[in-house]
């Protein structure tokens, strides 16, 4: 029986914050969009858990979001997005918050 092949190493690298470079950032929230064109969203941040179910469908696919903020308060989102069996991978930056509000907990 021939051997499965090994597993190849995990790769590593850092997030960084689009808008300062910084590595320093944690994850604020997560949120993913109608499986398979049923409608509805789930959404978890820091208000709790969240269920929308008037969320239109993605088109064909699904879409899934986990939002992050540096230490500096700048706010971003690393989005995967399924669409006809193909995955796609980007970053969109996300207005800041209210002057006066810090990033830093």
């Known amino acids: 029986m021939p051997a499965a092949p090994a597993a190849s190493s995990p790769s590593r ?3 960084h914050c689009p808008t ?12 993913c969009r109608t499986l398979l064109g ?13 269920l929308d179910p008037s ?3 993605c ?6 979001a986990i ?4 230490l500096d308060g700048h706010r971003f989102r690393v989005r995967l997005r399924t669409t006809y069996a193909t995955t796609s991978a980007f970053t969109q930056t996300l207005p800041c918050p209210e002057r006066g509000q810090s990033g830093r907990r």
């Not at 088109?59 to 899934?64: K, L, Q, R, S, T």
């Open 67 to 70: 939002e992050y903020r540096c």
């Open 59 to 64: 088109e064909g696919g699904a879409d899934i």
């Open 13 to 15: 690298g850092y997030l």
């Open 20 to 31: 300062c470079r910084s590595t320093n950032v944690i994850p604020s929230g997560f949120s």
């Open 55 to 57: 969320v239109p469908p």
């Open 38 to 50: 049923a409608l509805g969203e789930v959404r978890i941040d820091h208000h709790g858990v969240h």
